[in-house]
C-alpha cells in the first residue's frame, strides 16, 4: 500500500498546455504539500495546505492552483505550461503543522514541457 | 532564514568503506534537522531526524548522524556501505510551519 501516490509518474506535453497532477495519502495527515525538484536536484517547497487550507504559498506563478478536495487529496493544476515548469513535482503528506513532524513523500511526477 | 549547505555534490566510495556526508546549516531559530534519501527515480525517504536531545541521532539502514551546534553541523556517517547505499542524500532544515529547506544534496557513489 503506497502511503503517498500521485498520478501521472510521468508526463510530456506541450508548452502552452494545461495539465494536472493528482495526490492522495492513506496516511491520516492533515496536512500536505507540493515540493519541485529541478534538474540540478534542488528541492523547494511549493505550496502546503493544513485540513484543506492554504498555509504556505512560496511565491509559485498563479498559474499553478493547487486544490484540496478534502484531507487525503491535494492534486496541482498547471495552466499554460512554459519550457521551465519541466521537473519533478513531489507531493507530500505529514501530521500537523510541528516543525518536527516527519514528511512524507511520494514517489514524484516526472513533467517534461516540450 | 534558514540555509543548509552540503559541502559535497558526490562522494565515491568503496563497498564497506566507512563514508560521511557533510552538511552545515544556518538558522535563526530553535533548529530540526533531517537527512533524506532519494534511490533513483524514487520519492524522499527519511533516514533520520533530530529535534532535541542526544546529539548523535540513529537512523535506518545504519546511518547516524551527529548534530554540533557550536560547528552548525548535522554530518551523516555509515561505517560500512553497500552498494544499495548508491543514491542522492539531502539534508534540510526545518524553517516553520513544515516547511523543509534542503540542501542541494550529495551522491553517494558506491562502488565494488
Known amino acids: 500500500d503506497t502511503a503517498v501516490s500521485q498520478t501521472p509518474k510521468y508526463l510530456v506535453t506541450q508548452m502552452g498546455n494545461d495539465k494536472s497532477i493528482k495526490c492522495e495519502q492513506n496516511l491520516g495527515h492533515d496536512t500536505m504539500y507540493w515540493y519541485k525538484q529541478d534538474s540540478k536536484k534542488f528541492l523547494k517547497i511549493m505550496f502546503s495546505y493544513n485540513n484543506k487550507e492554504l498555509i504556505i504559498n512560496e511565491t509559485v506563478p498563479n498559474r499553478f492552483s493547487p486544490k484540496s478536495p478534502d484531507k487525503a487529496h491535494l492534486n496541482l493544476h498547471i495552466n499554460s505550461l512554459e519550457l521551465g515548469d519541466s521537473a519533478v513535482y513531489f507531493c507530500?503528506?505529514?501530521?500537523?503543522?510541528?516543525?518536527?513532524?516527519?514528511?512524507?513523500f511520494g514517489e514524484g511526477s516526472w513533467l517534461t514541457v516540450v | 532564514a534558514q540555509s543548509v549547505t552540503q559541502l559535497d555534490s558526490q562522494v565515491p566510495v568503496f563497498e564497506e568503506a566507512p563514508v560521511e556526508l557533510r552538511c552545515n546549516y544556518s538558522s535563526s531559530v530553535s533548529v530540526y534537522l533531517f537527512w533524506y534519501v532519494q534511490y533513483p527515480n524514487q520519492g524522499l525517504q527519511l533516514l533520520l531526524k533530530y529535534l532535541s536531545g542526544s546529539t548523535l541521532v540513529k537512523g535506518i539502514n545504519g546511518f547516524e548522524a551527529e548534530f554540533n551546534k557550536s560547528q552548525t553541523s548535522f554530518h551523516l556517517r555509515k561505517p560500512s556501505v553497500h552498494i544499495s547505499d548508491t543514491a542522492e542524500y539531502f539534508c534540510a532544515v526545518s524553517a516553520g510551519f513544515q516547511k523543509l529547506v534542503f540542501g542541494t544534496g550529495t551522491r553517494l557513489l558506491v562502488s565494488p
Open positions: 507530500a503528506s505529514s501530521q500537523g503543522t510541528d516543525s518536527g513532524n516527519t514528511i512524507y
